[in-house]
């Protein structure tokens, strides 16, 4: 897999061979944080990723959270 979202504080297999962005992607509702991985052909898209990243983060959260939570910006 070129890129990948794991959970901040989640083992990861040793020679992993993926790059980790140094932002990490947060969840608008709940702050759990996630981390962008990717490997080194995908780097020159990572400024496209990231966004898709956090609105993935933000929908797949926003079932587990609430209704009365307001939406974010």
């Given at each position: 897999?070129?890129?990948?979202?794991?959970?901040?504080?989640?083992?990861v297999?040793?020679?992993?061979?993926?790059?980790?962005?140094?932002?990490?992607?947060?969840?608008?509702?709940?702050?759990?944080?996630?981390?962008?991985?990717?490997?080194?052909?995908?780097?020159?898209?990572?400024k496209?990723?990231?966004?898709?990243?956090?609105?993935?983060?933000?929908?797949?959260?926003?079932?587990?959270?609430?209704?009365?939570?307001?939406?974010?910006?």
């Open positions: 897999m070129a890129v990948q979202l794991i959970k901040t504080g989640a083992r297999a040793l020679g992993h061979p993926l790059r980790v962005h140094p932002d990490k992607i947060l969840c608008d509702y709940c702050d759990q944080g996630y981390e962008f991985h990717y490997t080194p052909g995908e780097e020159h898209r990572v496209e990723w990231l966004p898709k990243a956090k609105a993935a983060v933000n929908s797949s959260h926003a079932n587990d959270h609430p209704p009365s939570l307001p939406l974010p910006n």
